[in-house]
């Protein structure tokens, strides 16, 4: 909640810059602190710190909660998913490797961030873009397949999600008889599109 001393440090900051009159800051003191009243003192003067290097005119109310929407997002709003990643911001990766001697084929299932805003979200958190890892994964000597969500299929497939050999042993208790044969598919060696050969 940002504090009378941050309100009137902004508008002394503001009548400063924009020769304002000394009588503005009494003038409109309450409208601010109580339009202000959600935010730290510290947005509060980094949004108008910003709004002064890059405006001519003075700032209103709306114009400072709008800067601070755009430094910290605005939380109220998640941001628009796209098909890919159904809306989540998440695409699924499958990471198929070669067993390193004599092992059989091992899966990793990852989820890093998609390109849309709610990937993007994501991706200024702990999550790497997915064609960065897609890519690095693929570079992996060791690699048989990479599978990712798609814009056409935000997730991914049963017998994309498993090894074979776990795959044939779990089959028996998938329900859905069509899933029973996905991971024949695999066996054939089906690679994504675009993949490495
Ligand atoms: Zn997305």
Known sequence: MA??????????SISANYGKRQKWITDVNLTWLSGLKGYSDRDVMTATKRWINNEDRPPTVANIRNTIKGLIGDDNATPAGCSRCDGTGCVEIAHHTAGKKGQPTSVKNLIAGCDCGAGQRLRSGSYAPWDVVVDRLRRDP???FVFHSDTDRPVLKTAERFAPETLERIAPSLTDPTRKDEWRQIGHGRRIPGGDE
């Open 3 to 12: 504090s009378k001393k941050a309100i009137e440090s902004i508008l002394t």
């Open 142 to 144: 060791y690699t048989l």
